[in-house]
């Protein structure tokens, strides 16, 4: 199955903001405080969404039948989490999948078309982080061939630091 990547606009922002919450409620579910404040974002969270979506960093997923499958933010640099670093790289962030497709590999086929795309671009790594709360989706992209590679501490959490090197 092919997926594509589209743009998110300013309109959507608010599908964004249901994407997030849905996803709260789905990791809340399996009793891991991640994401909790999705369920009902405080001002600074709605504002990186803003800003992400207008310099073109957020997109849907979507299947060849245009249904939406989830959505991803992808970054050329990332300061809060990674600091300046030399080499080129794309960041991943906010990859969401609707849970009704949850256990399909469409995580992993978005990680894939992700780093296919950073590759054509000349890119030495593929970069993400977790939260070190959610030991399962830190094993997940483990098994994806990520490797940590060191944590941040921010104020909401600790976060793992994955790089997949790309050949």
């Known amino acids: 199955m092919d997926i594509f990547f589209k743009q998110i606009h300013i ?95 469409f995580g992993k086929m978005i990680l894939q078309k992700v780093e296919k795309e950073a590759k054509k671009e000349g890119c030495k790594f593929l970069r993400l982080d977790s939260d070190s709360k959610n030991p399962k989706l830190c094993n997940y992209y483990e098994q994806q061939s990520f490797v940590k590679v060191g944590t941040k501490v921010l104020p909401i959490s600790t976060y793992n630091l994955y790089q997949k090197e790309l050949n």
């Open 11 to 105: 309109d959507d922002k608010n599908k964004v903001l249901l994407l997030f919450k849905e996803a709260a409620e789905k990791i809340s579910k399996k009793n891991v405080d991640h994401w909790q404040y999705w369920k009902n974002p405080p001002q600074e969270k709605i504002k990186w969404v803003e800003e992400g979506i207008l310099n073109d960093e957020f997109f849907f997923v979507e299947n060849s039948e245009q249904q939406n499958i989830g959505m991803l933010r992808i970054l050329e640099e990332d300061f809060m989490y990674w600091g300046k670093q030399k080499d080129k790289a794309k960041y991943i962030h906010s990859l969401v999948v609707i849970e009704k497709l949850e256990g399909r590999g």
